[in-house]
């Protein structure tokens, strides 16, 4: 049924739920996992009042990207193929690059609890991939226990 799911991370506890679902999912059906994790180019705080430096920002990012695939990929059982990748830019457009890119049956996200304001505010990589996305995608919300 599906060879290959993508599993986008920002390192959440949503994120963590959508990992421990894929990780169920590619165990029944024999599927490998490829864990993928946007490290933001967008510097919310590069100016001269804020104070943190471009190069900063692109470390942190691409630490914490990189913890993010770490964990998500431990999450994961034993006997499932998993693939790691980190890439910078603009986390929507990245995660629909690589399902463009990549020979991906499924996506497997996590969703976070906002209100309603929250999402209007800030919006919702996740509902953007479902909107945007030509392959399936199975959302999982944080408060979801692995079965």
Do not use: C
């Not at 900063?56 to 998500?72: G, I, K, N, Q």
């Not at 006997?79 to 890439?87: F, G, I, L, Q, R």
């Not at 945007?132 to 692995?146: C, F, K, L, M, Q």
């Amino acid at each position: 049924m599906y060879e290959t799911i993508l599993l986008p991370t920002d390192g959440s506890d949503a994120s963590l739920a959508a990992a421990r679902h894929a990780g169920n999912l590619a165990s029944t059906t024999g599927a490998s996992v490829r864990v993928v994790s946007v490290a933001d180019s967008r510097n919310r705080f590069e100016s001269p009042s804020s104070g943190l430096a471009p190069e900063a920002w692109d470390e942190a990012e691409r630490d914490r990207a990189t913890a993010a695939v770490e964990e998500a990929a431990a999450t994961l059982p034993d006997d499932v193929s998993v693939e790691k990748t980190v890439v910078a830019g603009i986390p929507q457009d990245k995660i629909l690059d690589e399902i463009e890119a990549s020979d991906v049956d499924l996506v497997v996200m996590g969703t976070h609890s906002r209100s309603k304001l929250d999402r209007y505010l800030i919006g919702s990589v996740t509902e953007r991939i479902v909107r945007h996305s030509p392959i399936p995608v199975v959302t999982v919300r944080e408060d979801v226990e692995a079965e």
